[in-house]
């Protein structure tokens, strides 16, 4: 079975950027939107920043500025890069890969922790 295999998390300090990646461990047809969610402890599971299959982009507010989302399409693979991280911004940070006609894909999830 098909997983995506996300990287980048890690402990860094307010103010620093850390990359996050993640691409599918094996082929996945019909491709739509890749993106990035993220949950904190005690808190819903909240979108941060999506990209469709033709490039148009979508933040939340909080991160909006700060976070850039960027897919290389040849290797169907997803980034976020965050810049001037704040504390708020600690919590797992899970993948998303839509698809047209088979559901969605999520990751494992990957810890980022931003201290102040």
């Known amino acids: 079975q098909v997983q995506l295999v996300e990287s980048g998390g890690g402990l860094v300090q307010a103010g620093e950027s850390l990359r996050l990646s993640c691409a599918p461990s094996?082929?996945?047809?019909?491709?739509?939107?890749m993106g990035w969610y993220r949950q904190a402890p005690g808190k819903q599971r909240e979108l941060v920043a999506m990209i469709s299959s033709g490039g148009t982009t979508n933040y939340a507010d909080s991160v909006e500025g700060r976070f850039a989302v960027s897919r290389d399409y040849a290797k169907n693979t997803v980034y976020l890069q965050m810049n001037s991280l704040k504390p708020e911004d600690t919590a797992v940070y899970y993948c998303?890969?839509?698809?047209?006609?088979?559901?969605?894909?999520w990751g494992q999830g990957t810890q980022v922790t931003v201290s102040s």
């Open positions: 094996g082929n996945i047809a019909g491709i739509n939107a």
């Open positions: 998303k890969l839509s698809t047209r006609w088979n559901g969605d894909y």
